[in-house]
């Protein structure tokens, strides 16, 4: 399994930034792919996760109306729509996956994400 993330960068607040993973090596229909986050001196949290079948998404309170997660079925990759970017969502951003009820399994190496003031 490999997951490539791309897309983030340097933002000032307010702004957007879209963020993308490719995934290989999965059998997709069964998997959950999602999106988590990690900022300086705190725990990795999930912000957004869908499940490959039938595109059922969850979202983290804090994020709900500012941020969708999506998926390509063509090209595999799931991507993280950020809109109204805040300085508290500085953090570097991790795209993992795992089988439907399963713990999370497969990470990616991690895009870092500032929003300035």
């Known amino acids: 399994v490999q997951l490539v993330e791309s897309g983030g960068g340097l933002v000032q607040a307010g702004g957007s930034r879209r963020l993308s993973c490719a995934a290989s090596?999965?059998?997709?229909?069964?998997?959950?792919m999602g999106w988590f986050r990690q900022a300086p001196g705190k725990e990795r949290e999930i912000v957004a996760s869908?499940?490959?079948?039938?595109?059922?998404?969850y979202y983290q309170d804090s994020v709900k109306g500012r941020f969708t997660i999506s998926r390509d079925n063509a090209e595999n990759t799931v991507a993280l729509q950020m809109n109204s970017l805040k300085p508290e969502d500085t953090a570097v951003y991790f795209c993992?996956?795992?089988?439907?009820?399963?713990?999370?399994?497969?990470w990616g190496q991690g895009t870092q994400v500032t929003v300035s003031s």
């Open positions: 993992a996956a795992g089988l439907y009820g399963a713990p999370w399994e497969d």
């Open positions: 090596g999965l059998s997709f229909s069964n998997y959950v």
């Open positions: 869908i499940r490959w079948k039938d595109g059922r998404t």
